[in-house]
């Protein structure tokens, strides 16, 4: 019986857990599955917009409806972020892969200083009333710490979805990924396209960080602790897959949490890095990729 309430728990926090990976894996979907800019200062961001939001929430705010309206200012921050990408590589024709790498990792490094600076090193948190609660349904405990994010996750990622295939910015946006030249003969100007991808993936930063904080604590330093993951879960889904990124963060989410569970919690994190292996070795394209 005690190990029926063991998988039985594991299992429900890992889709919870998942849920929540999803969700700081999705502007990162954008960013390097759609528009193939390996963005890897995105946790970075993520961690800017946990600290916009407890900064909020200490006025007040809750957590997720100050994430909600700071996905405006951080929509203007990912453009200005992309033109200064574009003037320094793609419109002078001379950006690659490891210019772009060195690009964000230093944009990655300037925020975390940024944050220390204006914060310092101690770990910060919200204040809500269903943290420290949990839901009690038979043999599952879920804390809400966990279930209010793992919630916002599937309704951001199904809004996320609708746009990109029900508008004509949304197809215009899944377009850009496969032919710029042939999107502004049909008179789309590609960059726009590209700027505005890129305010939005900077935007679903900020609920990331959001949900990330509820979890628990951050420092200036927690994005790095997320930075395999996250790319694991967009290779495993397939670049640019929506839907696919939460089939394969609750897959990850699912493995840390028997993991954990059965082994030892230092291992977790390894669970990505060796999942994402796997798929690279057997699929390359992911689970939802084109062959």
Known sequence: MEFLDLITNAL???????????LLALGLSITFGVLHIPNVAHPALMIAGAYAVVFANARGLDPIVAALLLTVPFYALGIVFYEFYARAFEKRGRGNTLQ??????????????????????????????????????????LPYRFLVPALLA?????????????????????????????LSISGVNPVSIKRHAFGIATALAVLAGAALVITGPVDPFAGRVQIGRVFAIVVLAGLGSIPGTLVAAILIGVAEALVTAFFSPSWAPGVAFAILLGTLAIRPSGLFGAR
């Open 12 to 22: 429900v926090s890992g889709v919870a857990l998942g849920s929540i990976y999803a």
């Open 100 to 141: 772009s790498l060195t690009l964000f990792f230093g944009i990655s490094l300037v925020i975390e200083i940024a944050l220390v600076v204006a914060f310092g090193t101690d770990l910060r948190s919200v204040e809500v009333p269903y943290v420290g609660r949990s839901l009690e349904f038979g043999i599952v405990l």
């Open 154 to 182: 599937p309704v951001v990622i199904f809004a996320l979805w609708l746009y990109m295939t029900r508008t004509y910015s949304g197809l215009a946006l899944r377009a850009v990924a496969h032919d710029d030249r042939a």
